[in-house]
Structure formats: C-alpha cells, structure tokens
DNA sequence: ATTATTGTATTATACACTTAATACAATAAT
DNA sequence: ATTATTGTATTAAGTGTATAATACAATAAT
C-alpha cells in the first residue's frame, strides 16, 4: 500500500486517515511498533513535522500511543478497531449514496453500479 | 439544494463541484442565465471573489460561458451534460470501490452493501 | 559511560486560500 | 443620456498548511 496524497486536503489528515486504513488493515497489526515518525515521513516523502501532526491526531483518535522514546505502538484494543473499521464504512457507503443521488441517480441505480461499473 | 461547504478542502473546488451538481441536476437547465456572481456568493455566503473563481473553473470545464455584462449562460449542449453526469459517476463508483477495498470489504461486500447499508 | 534513537518543540519562511474593499469596462434598463 | 447591473481585476490583510533547520529530553543500545 503506497502513501497516495492528492493536493486538495491537508496532507496530514490524508496520512492520519491512511495509517488508520493500515492499522484496521493489519499492516500495523494490535499493539505492534509503528515506525518512528521520521521513517515514516520519509517514506511518505513528507516532513518530518508534517506526519508529527497526522500521528497526533491518530493518538487523539485512540489508534495509537507514543511512548516517548520507546516509540509509538498500536492499540491492542481489537475491539475498538473493529468499531472504526465498521463506522468508516457505514461513513463511505452514506457518502457514496448520497453523491449518487445528487446525480440524479435513483437508489436502485446507485446500489446496483458498484457490482458492474464497467457498464457505466 | 442548499450549499453544503466542508471546512478540509479549498471552497471553490467545492462551489464548482456543486454548481456543476445543479447544472445535471436542471437546477440551472441548459441555456438559462445563471444568477449574477454577487447573488450567488451571498447565497452561499461566500466572498465574491471566491464564487468567481468557481465560476471561473466551471467556465474552463465548458459547462457554462460569461457574456460580460449579459450574464453567464449554461451550455446548451445536452450531450455535454450528459457525458460529465456519467463522467462524475464513474468516478464516484470507483473511488468507493477503492475505499472500501482499503478497508478490507470484499468486492462483493462493497458492491452489496449501498443496497441494504442499515446492516452495517 | 557513551552513543544512538525516539518523540517532541521551536523558529523562520513560503505558499495557497479567503475575505474585504474598491475600481473599471461594457451594456442593459430607465 | 443617465443609471444600474454585470463580469472582472487589484491590493491588502489574516489564516492554515507545509517545509526547513535545529534543538532538547528520555531511554535503548553499545
């Protein structure tokens, strides 16, 4: 999974919104050590600073916990991470139905198009 | 329609998003004047300045032009309006397509939750 | 004990976005 | 003819984001 930013929202909450993915994705499995934020940065070719910021949000948001100089683990809690997976999709899918009927597109239409796309 | 302005992305982007949303939706029918950018800017309670450039960059999609002191006009190119709906929901699909997929849902699961997304 | 690693903080700079306040040019309305 | 309306341009100020360059404190590694 590469670190995908577009240009047109911060780009610390698109890095906090991907460790997020990371960690409810296993990459960062529960109670593991995240790389420290400079490697981190590094690989996300941003400063330093910059994912600081995405990974003091992530703490905020209960994923995860700085230990000062031990590093930053995963929250063990798989519980709660079930929780953010479940509540990010019910937040993706509302947005998705929502855009579509903007478009004009009827709730059948829009629930119907994610299993063919190609016939758009 | 009301103008619903999200604090994460640059408010232009997002006026021009919705403006082209009201011009596919017949909000604004192809042909008709659109209101003057004053109007629309205190509809939305936004700067001028800021509507204008939304307008500005709904003008270089082709979806409407300015005739200087007439107005600006809406296309009148049905086909052209039809293509960028289609175009849009293209992308819609995929991008939710994609985040789920991030999130570890099976293209099955993706693709029949937006049916019955009380079960999430 | 010394060194390296880690999270964190600070200061400065540059840039894009947004608002505010005007102003101008062209033409529609009167 | 005069006025009002329209799109457009300009200048200034404030704010948030991102980078760069350092520095510090705590502890793990040696």
Same mark, same amino acid.
């Given at each position: 999974?590469?670190?995908?930013?577009?240009?047109?929202? #911060?780009?610390?909450? @698109?890095?906090?919104?991907?460790?997020?993915?990371?960690?409810?994705?296993? $990459?960062?499995? #529960?109670?593991?050590? &995240? #790389? #420290?934020?400079?490697?981190?940065?590094? +690989?996300?070719?941003?400063?330093?600073?910059?994912?600081?910021?995405? &990974?003091?949000?992530?703490?905020?948001?209960?994923?995860? *916990? /700085?230990?000062?100089?031990?590093?930053?683990? $995963?929250?063990?809690? /798989?519980?709660?991470?079930?929780? $953010?997976?479940?509540?990010? /999709? *019910?937040?993706? $899918?509302? *947005?998705? &139905?929502?855009?579509?009927?903007?478009?004009?597109?009827?709730?059948?239409? /829009?629930? &119907?198009?994610? @299993?063919?796309? +190609?016939?758009?």
């Amino acid at each position: 999974m590469d670190w995908k930013l577009e240009d047109d929202r #911060p780009i610390w909450t @698109q890095l906090t919104e991907q460790l997020k993915r990371r960690i409810i994705a296993g $990459v960062y499995p #529960p109670g593991s050590k &995240l #790389p #420290p934020v400079r490697e981190l940065a590094a +690989e996300a070719g941003v400063n330093p600073n910059t994912m600081q910021r995405a &990974l003091a949000q992530l703490e905020q948001d209960g994923l995860a *916990r /700085a230990d000062r100089t031990a590093g930053r683990l $995963v929250t063990q809690d /798989a519980e709660a991470l079930e929780a $953010v997976r479940t509540a990010q /999709a *019910r937040v993706i $899918v509302q *947005r998705y &139905l929502n855009e579509m009927a903007e478009l004009g597109y009827s709730r059948e239409e /829009a629930g &119907l198009l994610p @299993q063919k796309e +190609e016939t758009i």
